[in-house]
């Protein structure tokens, strides 16, 4: 295998011991770590798309570019003490690298600000930990905001503190409380050292692409999952991190291919829309192609023949998602389906199933290569140096000297003591690796007093047609309520027979005397700014009438002109769905599921029809509005 960038060793092995080995003499300080993190200067740690090139910066620039932007941080908080805390509030970049080690090497201590969080969220942060500033991409706040724009400017300032000791880190915010965990060096360089573990115990985890490994930035740094699993593990390393410019799955895809993309670590919610794509794109193709890649999935596990189905069937699904560069992908955060990562695995990919949280870190990650043993969602066994146990409640508990140093919760200081951290998530074990089953928060008590996990239900629930489910308390001593996420342009017919088939489904499985009612819901249950769903808030949304209800759409007079009509006859024809569901406003991503192969397919179709590019178009046009405008402007 082909290697570039590892200094004088010829081969992953050694490179990774002796920096390791470095590491484990390394005097606990931010100072010291700083320095191995940037020694590798000739090395690429950023790589960006801006149009027609793509832009590099080195580890060695990336270095001097903290120092220039810690002289102008201290210019703008001249009078803040040593240890004093800085807001970081910006998206992932190489910037976000520089000035968080920037805010550390001025002696200050980063808050890694939430971006997904409301701006009362925020500011309660800044408050709760007495924040002297923040850096910001352009929001102002209420303490003294340094800006993006302002942080490379020439200065004479001197800078000759000693670096900061501690950071925090927010928690992602699904719970009521927001929680502020601090990690010091001590914390930091001993999860830097359990990455032995990961890199040494899989051979796919190691694998470059034409000499280089690149890891797609999309899980934002300020959370703990990108923080730990993706700047730390693989910037310590000197690896390169590649920008997504925004979450269009057309980006997403172009921009994995584009840069050769070797590593995708990422929530549940991301694999799972990926797999309904992928699926439907293939139904799309007829019965025959489908029962096809069916079978080819069940030979993918068979001894022999199933690397050989991997490699040449599902070559052209691969091509068509992702490519051949990636060779190693991680969930966390939540739970995900089994089907999702059978698929991924039996392609080609290799998914696995990884557990963490904002106050333990990152605790465990399956680094099984067996596809019965991935796709069975485990989460694997602890990291050296922690323990996992389950209490009388289904709880797991983690304990071990990686986890967060203390905790500020309800403006209280909670230190970490010997006794295992209670995580309310319920989990168990078999063998010896641990599954999840959901959070004990979450679930739902029936009138009978049954405490009913939804995760489990909500599982055996899913049909055609259904976004999502989310299994809600009843109120008043009535049965809990089934909360049915659909699209907004699903035609009364096929709204009325998927209402049958759920109860259908509930009757199959005896819950009957579970769920009292089933609603249809026209909006998704997981927003923007979130990776997993809320289930108390759409609770409280619901018995509040916030929630949008669904109600049959009517086309009336929307389509006026021939053209338009006629894109909607092709988004029709591309997604193989019934005209009557397809409105003006409908996205052909979000709202029908299309793939950049199908909008490719389309655009050719138009071009040819009216001799209009859409790629020359400055915005994305993903409506028929949008395309249908922008097609009239060019004739």
Not at 120 to 137: F, M, P, Q, R, V
Not at 188 to 198: V, Y
Not at 251 to 260: E, G, W
Request: charged residues 25%; glycine residues 6%.
């Amino acid at each position: 295998m082909k290697y570039t960038n590892l200094g004088q060793f010829s081969s992953i092995k050694p490179y990774i011991e002796d920096k390791l080995s470095r590491l484990s003499n390394l005097d606990r300080s931010f100072d010291s770590l700083f320095n191995m993190m940037f020694e590798n200067e000739p090395n690429i740690l950023f790589e960006e798309n801006t149009g027609f090139r793509i832009k590099r910066y080195t580890y060695g620039e990336c270095k001097a570019n903290v120092s220039i932007i810690a002289k102008n941080i201290k210019a703008k908080y001249p009078g803040a003490e040593y240890d004093s805390v800085i807001g970081l509030y910006l998206d992932n970049s190489h910037t976000w690298i520089e000035t968080f080690w920037a805010i550390l090497m001025c002696g200050f201590r980063p808050l890694l600000l939430n971006m997904r969080l409301s701006d009362d969220s925020l500011e309660y942060a800044l408050d709760i930990t007495n924040a002297a500033g923040i850096i910001s991409k352009g929001k102002i706040f209420s303490c003294p905001t340094l800006l993006e724009s302002d942080l490379y400017k020439e200065n004479d300032q001197e800078v000759n503190t000693k670096f900061g000791e501690e950071l925090f880190v927010m928690s992602s915010g699904t719970s009521e409380n927001i929680k502020i965990c601090a990690y010091s060096a001590e914390e930091i360089i001993k999860i830097l050292l359990q990455s032995k573990e990961i890199i040494l115990s899989s051979k796919r985890v190691q694998k470059f692409y034409d000499g280089e490994l690149k890891l797609l930035a999309f899980l934002p740094f300020y959370h703990i999952f990108g923080f730990v699993a993706n700047y730390l593990w693989f910037g310590f390393f000197a690896r390169t991190f590649v920008k997504l410019n925004d979450l269009n799955p057309l980006t997403i895809q172009n921009t994995i291919r584009r840069h050769h993309v070797t590593h995708i670590f990422a929530v549940p919610l991301f694999w799972q829309k990926t797999y309904d794509a992928a699926i439907r794109e293939i139904k799309n193709k007829g019965d025959k192609t489908y029962n096809k890649f069916l079978k080819g999935m069940k030979l993918a596990s068979k001894p022999l023949i199933g690397k050989l189905i991997t490699k040449y069937a599902f070559k052209q699904v691969r091509e068509q998602l992702f490519g051949e560069s990636v060779n190693y992908m991680i969930t966390g955060g939540s739970m995900i389906d089994k089907k999702v990562l059978t698929f991924f695995n039996s392609i080609g990919y290799h998914l696995s199933n990884g557990y963490g949280m904002s106050e333990i870190g990152i605790t465990s990650v399956e680094l099984s290569e067996n596809h019965k043993t991935l796709n069975s969602a485990s989460i694997g066994k602890p990291l050296p140096g922690l323990e996992y146990s389950i209490n009388e409640n289904g709880e797991l508990l983690v304990k071990g000297d990686t986890l967060a140093k203390y905790i500020i919760e309800n403006e209280e200081i909670h230190k970490r003591k010997d006794e295992p951290f209670l995580t309310h998530d319920l989990a168990y074990k078999d063998g010896d690796r641990y599954y999840l089953q959901g959070r004990q928060d979450d679930l739902v008590v029936s009138i009978t007093g049954e405490n009913l996990n939804p995760n489990i239900i909500e599982e055996k629930l899913m049909i055609d047609n259904v976004i999502s489910l989310c299994l809600i308390n009843g109120r008043d001593n009535s049965l809990p309520i089934l909360l049915v996420s659909i699209s907004k342009y699903l035609s009364a017919e096929d709204a009325n027979q998927l209402t049958k088939d759920l109860v259908i489904k509930i009757t199959e499985h005896n819950l009957n005397s579970q769920i009292g009612k089933v609603v249809l819901v026209s909006e998704p249950f997981i927003g923007e700014d979130e990776f997993k769903i809320n289930r108390k808030k759409l609770e409280e949304k619901y018995y509040s009438n916030a929630l949008t209800l669904y109600v049959p759409k009517l086309n009336k007079d929307e389509f006026k002109d021939e053209i338009s009509n006629k894109i909607r006859e092709l988004f029709a024809k591309t997604m193989n769905r019934n005209i009557n569901d397809i409105h003006m406003d409908t996205d052909f991503f979000l709202d029908i599921g299309g793939t950049s192969i199908d909008y490719a397919v389309m655009m050719a179709e138009i071009q040819e029809t009216y001799n209009a590019s859409l790629s020359d178009s400055e915005k994305p046009l993903t409506t028929i509005q949008d395309i249908s405008q922008y097609v009239k402007e060019r004739l």
